[in-house]
């Protein structure tokens, strides 16, 4: 069974800054996606960035990038120019590269502060 | 385009009465899915359905159940509440599955919060 670990509960952030979350999950899939989504105080839940499993390179969406290591089984999110609108959990997920089935880690609260 | 919608948005049963969220998807989209969010376990999958076909299935005792319409809206069904059954239940909907239609994007719903007295 796929696992998804992230270790940073917490996180705060001053505005403009630049934050890293971690995230590392366990598989013995090859080809799978990778996800981060962020959950606002509002609940709705928006995805941030999507990463293949089969791509080397790291996906990037304007202010948002990973690192992905596949070998170590780590995707990490980094935001850069933190802004206060970005104040909400994220989560880290995974997908087989059938289905429509989210693994989901346990989410890091992050806090930007002006 | 208008987006997943849930329905209610919140709701208050007591222990051993049973309740039903109804989930509309993102207009063409065909797979539905539902996951459970608690402050203790987090979000954990229930159940996708497909083409009015369930297509997976989470940990979750049989009172958990769904189902999906031939306009892809979806059910959950709760039954014998107990009071862990409270959480946020999220719907999310997705245009198709399989190797070469799944971007694997998912679209979430604002949720129905359920509180089980």
């Known amino acids: 069974a796929q696992t998804v670990t992230q270790s940073q509960p917490e996180m705060s952030v001053q505005e403009a800054e630049t934050v890293t979350l971690s995230c590392t999950y366990d598989?013995?899939?090859?080809?799978?996606?990778l996800f981060w989504y962020k959950q606002p105080p509002s609940r709705q839940m928006i995805l941030v960035i999507r990463?293949?499993?089969?791509?080397?390179q790291n996906a990037t969406e304007n202010r948002f990038s990973v690192n992905f290591q596949k070998a170590a089984k780590s995707f990490s999110l980094k935001i850069s120019d933190s802004q206060l609108g970005d104040t909400a959990m994220y989560f880290c997920?995974?997908?087989?590269?059938?289905?429509?089935?989210?693994?989901f880690g346990a989410g890091t609260i992050l806090r930007v502060k002006s | 385009k208008a987006g997943v919608t849930q329905t209610p948005r919140y709701l208050i049963k007591t222990r051993g009465q049973q309740v039903t969220l109804s989930c509309s998807p993102i207009s063409g989209h065909r797979s539905v899915s539902w996951y459970q969010q608690t402050p203790g376990q987090g979000l954990q999958f229930l159940f996708e359905?497909?083409?009015?076909?369930?297509?997976n299935k989470g940990n979750f005792p049989g009172r958990f159940s769904g189902r999906q319409f031939s306009n892809s809206r979806s059910e959950m069904n709760v039954s014998t509440l107990e009071l862990g059954d409270s959480a946020l239940y999220l719907c999310?909907?997705?245009?198709?599955?399989?190797?070469?239609?799944?971007?694997?994007?998912?679209?979430f719903g604002e949720g129905s919060r359920l509180t089980v007295l």
């Open positions: 359905y497909f083409s009015e076909t369930q297509r």
């Open positions: 990463q293949e499993a089969y791509k080397q």
């Open positions: 598989t013995s899939e090859n080809n799978y996606y």
């Open positions: 999310a909907s997705s245009p198709a599955r399989g190797p070469n239609s799944n971007t694997g994007e998912l679209f």
């Open positions: 997920a995974f997908m087989m590269e059938y289905g429509n089935k989210l693994v």
